[in-house]
T-cell receptor
Framework: GENVEQHPSTLSVQEGDSAVIKCTYS??????FPWYKQELGKRPQLIID?????GEKKDQRIAVTLNKTAKHFSLHITETQPEDSAVYFC?????????????FGRGTSLIVHP | DSGVTQTPKHLITATGQRVTLRCSPR?????VYWYQQSLDQGLQFLIQ???????AKGNILERFSAQQFPDLHSELNLSSLELGDSALYFC?????????????FGQGTRLTVV
């Protein structure tokens, strides 16, 4: 099955700095890579996603890059704000027995200091 | 609001007991996933149902079982509970196995086994 590794586990930055979270995946059949943000005590929510036919996608201060050859993808947050503080999860999703199963990384706790 | 409803929000029970967690997917979603999130852990995939049928199994213990009913709501049954089963259990739904797309999460059920 798919295995997703995520680094770092904790990331502390100053407000206004950039933050980068990196993930690797093992299954070359995975073709959908969503990123979720989970605030304390709340449900994970999708913030951005990318498909395997695209190398980069941007949405305001958030961008995701994908390197299919190396099987890694990254989340970039620019001009970080205190409200960006949360746990971020990457996921890789590919067909498994006819179903798409999102496999998640262990999460990165992002702390943005004012 | 993601449109995915989970009940109850909190559950406290004793070791050896059995509990049932309930999930109602978004309107129109046929696929339901169950995930377990323990302290400092990522989202561990347990099981997936699609249109009433089990489609994929992850790291689900034999003491745990699930089903999806004709109205598409799903229940996760946890029996012979142990202290280590204490966790946040999320249900997520998506359009279905024909599309690899975003999974919408419910608010979760926090299970505490004492």
């Amino acid at each position: 099955g798919e295995n997703v590794e995520q680094h770092p586990s904790t990331l502390s930055v100053q407000e206004g700095d950039s933050a980068v979270i990196k993930c690797t995946y093992s299954d070359s059949a995975s073709n959908y890579f969503p990123w979720y943000k989970q605030e304390l005590g709340k449900r994970p929510q999708l913030i951005i996603d990318i498909r395997s036919n695209v190398g980069e996608k941007k949405d305001q201060r958030i961008a995701v890059t994908l390197n299919k050859t190396a099987k890694h993808f990254s989340l970039h947050i620019t001009e970080t704000q205190p409200e960006d503080s949360a746990v971020y999860f990457c996921a890789a999703s590919g067909a498994s027995g006819g179903s798409y199963i999102p496999t998640f990384g262990r999460g990165t706790s992002l702390i943005v200091h004012p | 609001d993601s449109g995915v409803t989970q009940t109850p929000k909190h559950l406290i029970t004793a070791t050896g007991q059995r509990v049932t967690l309930r999930c109602s997917p978004r309107s129109g979603d046929l696929s339901v996933y169950w995930y377990q999130q323990s302290l400092d852990q990522g989202l561990q995939f347990l099981i997936q149902y699609y249109n009433g049928e089990e489609r994929a199994k992850g790291n689900i213990l034999e003491r745990f079982s699930a089903q999806q009913f004709p109205d598409l709501h799903s229940e996760l049954n946890l029996s012979s509970l142990e202290l280590g089963d204490s966790a946040l259990y999320f249900c997520a739904s998506s359009v279905g196995q024909l599309m690899n797309t975003e999974a919408f999460f419910g608010q979760g059920t926090r299970l505490t086994v004492v």
